[in-house]
């Protein structure tokens, strides 16, 4: 799941980390995106912390409420420094329009899932 509210930026994103293996399900807004991440599983919320309506980082807390392995990036203009702790250990920040270290973070974030999925068997998945 992808959350961004500019479109143009949205579109870029999508195209850039959407690839064989992996599907990307885009919204404008959070509480839309609250809407699928409700009736679909995500392996992983990719978020603008900058949203009308909720924040992504509120959007954050709201699903990770419902596992602690469930994986979060949070893009931003702002450094987080310390604060992404009481989120989890799952959740990581990148800068909003550092799309190389978007990709390494996704390529991380990706081997982990890839370790959970053999350690609990088959199960379908998707970003």
């Known amino acids: 799941m992808y ?12 195209e850039l980390i959407e690839h064989e293996g992996r599907r990307v399900v885009a919204c404008a807004d959070a509480e839309s995106a609250w809407a699928h991440l409700q009736r679909e599983t995500f392996d992983l919320l990719v978020t603008d912390v900058n949203l009308p309506g ?9 699903w990770l409420e419902g596992g602690p392995a469930r994986w979060v ?7 987080f420094r ?26 991380e974030i ?10 609990s ?3 379908a998945h998707r970003p």
Do not use: C, M, T
């Not at 959350?3 to 999508?14: C, G, S």
């Not at 604060?83 to 920040?93: C, K, P, T």
């Open 3 to 14: 959350v961004e509210d500019n479109a143009d930026v949205r579109h870029l994103v999508v």
């Open 54 to 62: 909720w924040s992504g980082i509120e959007l954050a807390r709201r």
């Open 73 to 79: 990036v949070l893009l931003s203009g702002y450094e």
């Open 82 to 107: 310390g604060s992404l702790a009481s989120l989890g250990s799952h959740v990581r920040a990148v800068p909003k329009e550092d799309f190389e270290q978007l990709d390494q973070v996704l390529a």
């Open 110 to 119: 990706g081997g982990q899932l890839q370790q959970q999925r053999a350690a």
């Open 121 to 123: 068997g088959p199960r």
